[in-house]
């Protein structure tokens, strides 16, 4: 399936690792220029893709998404750069498992608030894009309570996909889609679960447990879903809530 994407600009926030990496590299192979940021970007950075239509560029920025106005001159500076802003993509998270002031605070500040400000700094290019889209990156955490509970990280889960679809309805008579992706429990080198596998192996094999299919997702399969929904050739779909998880919850969304 071409995807349409050739051509467009996306900024994705916290692009640098796991889903966010897999996300700018999906993007990039389909021809789409790329702005990512994170916290840090490492000095292997992303190369440029050439598709059969274009060239397609991928710039990493070193960003705290908690600063409203560094965010805001971020966003100024891509769409300066690319001549635009096509597509959103929020994939930031505190990661905030333990109930404490601090990851209440935290998630607060990077699941919730940075995707609002992201939205509403990008509001004014996306609505002058004929292929507009924002997807945020949410969590089954977000859609039932896991057996960790989860703390502050479900409940802003969910936050932020409710958000998503008042985007959608909101922004349907302007042409702007916007969706959220919800991944179960995810692996990748240097993510919470390889930490848990090493140093948790009950915590670890617990989780493994609970999924039907005996594995945790790839970054890639998150990937996948996410660019599907920011791609033209998803033309129709906005407020969805597409889970990803290889049947590990077990809620019928309707």
């Given at each position: 399936m071409?995807l349409q994407?050739?051509?467009?600009?996306?900024?994705?926030?916290?692009g640098?690792?796991g889903?966010?990496?897999?996300?700018?590299?999906?993007?990039l192979?389909?021809?789409?220029?790329?702005?990512?940021?994170?916290?840090?970007?490492?000095?292997d950075?992303?190369?440029?893709?050439?598709t059969?239509?274009s060239?397609?560029?991928?710039?990493?920025?070193a960003?705290?998404?908690?600063?409203?106005?560094?965010?805001?001159?971020?966003?100024?500076?891509i769409?300066?750069t690319?001549?635009?802003?096509?597509?959103?993509?929020?994939?930031?998270?505190?990661?905030?498992?333990?109930?404490t002031?601090?990851?209440w605070?935290a998630?607060?500040?990077?699941?919730?608030m940075?995707?609002?400000n992201?939205?509403e700094?990008?509001?004014?290019y996306l609505?002058?894009s004929?292929?507009?889209?924002?997807?945020?990156v949410?969590s089954?955490?977000?859609?039932?309570?896991?057996?960790?509970?989860s703390?502050?990280?479900?409940?802003f889960?969910?936050?932020?996909?409710h958000?998503t679809?008042?985007?959608a309805?909101t922004l349907?008579?302007?042409?702007i889609r916007?969706?959220?992706?919800s991944?179960?429990?995810?692996?990748?080198e240097?993510?919470?679960?390889?930490?848990?596998?090493?140093?948790?192996?009950?915590?670890?094999?617990?989780?493994?447990?609970?999924?039907?299919?005996?594995?945790m997702?790839?970054?890639e399969?998150?990937a996948n879903a996410?660019?599907?929904?920011a791609?033209?050739?998803?033309?129709?779909?906005?407020?969805?809530?597409?889970?990803?998880d290889?049947?590990?919850?077990?809620?019928?969304?309707?």
């Open positions: 071409h994407l050739d051509g467009l600009t996306a900024v994705v926030t916290g640098t690792k889903i966010g990496r897999a996300i700018v590299e999906l993007l192979a389909e021809g789409c220029n790329i702005s990512y940021c994170a916290r840090t970007v490492p000095k950075a992303i190369p440029p893709r050439t059969q239509s060239k397609a560029r991928a710039v990493g920025t960003l705290d998404i908690a600063d409203k106005a560094a965010l805001e001159a971020w966003v100024k500076d769409a300066d690319f001549g635009g802003i096509d597509i959103v993509v929020s994939n930031v998270s505190a990661l905030g498992i333990s109930s002031p601090e990851n605070k998630s607060f500040d990077i699941d919730m940075a995707f609002v992201l939205v700094s990008t509001l004014p609505r002058k004929k292929a507009a889209a924002i997807v945020s949410s089954v955490s977000g859609r039932e309570i896991d057996f960790t509970a703390g502050p990280y479900g409940a889960k969910a936050a932020v996909t958000y679809q008042q985007l309805y349907a008579p302007e042409g916007s969706n959220s992706v991944p179960g429990n995810t692996f990748f240097g993510s919470v679960w390889d930490y848990a596998k090493r140093d948790n192996p009950e915590l670890y094999n617990k989780a493994l447990a609970l999924n039907p299919t005996g594995r997702a790839t970054p399969e998150i996410v660019v599907f929904l791609s033209p050739a998803s033309s129709f779909t906005s407020g969805t809530n597409l889970v990803v290889g049947a590990l919850t077990r809620g019928v969304q309707l």
